[in-house]
């Protein structure tokens, strides 16, 4: 078994689980349960983890996750093409020119 993935954020834990589960790797949730419990582990210990049951699938999962990653930052400003402008994610189209966001 092997560790593939951990964050504090569950709802990536589960993301990312659900993303494994979707291409057959068989993997599992670590540590799911332990927030917020009590003890000696450390917080960081208690995070959810996401392990692989065949080691096998290491690679395959590593670079799906960093996909997901890479995903995840599209929620970024980008740069109209037509007039340089710079632009928050949150809009569809250049405030500038009205262009629509064509990354
Ligand atoms: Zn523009």
Redo the contacts with the bound molecule.
């Keep these: 078994m092997i560790k593939v993935f951990c964050s504090e954020n569950r709802l990536r834990i589960q993301q990312v689980k659900d993303l494994l589960d979707g291409y057959g790797i068989p993997c599992f949730i670590k540590n799911e349960y332990s927030i917020g419990g009590i003890g000696e582990i450390s917080p960081f210990d208690a995070w959810p983890e996401i392990w692989l049951t065949d080691n096998e699938w290491f690679n395959r999962a590593s670079q799906l996750i960093a996909e997901f990653e890479a995903a995840e930052k599209e929620g970024s400003p980008w740069v109209?093409?037509?007039?340089?402008?710079h632009?928050e994610a949150s809009f569809e189209?250049?405030?500038?020119?009205?262009?629509e966001f064509n990354p």
């Design positions: 109209c093409r037509q007039c340089q402008e632009n189209i250049c405030w500038q020119c009205g262009t």
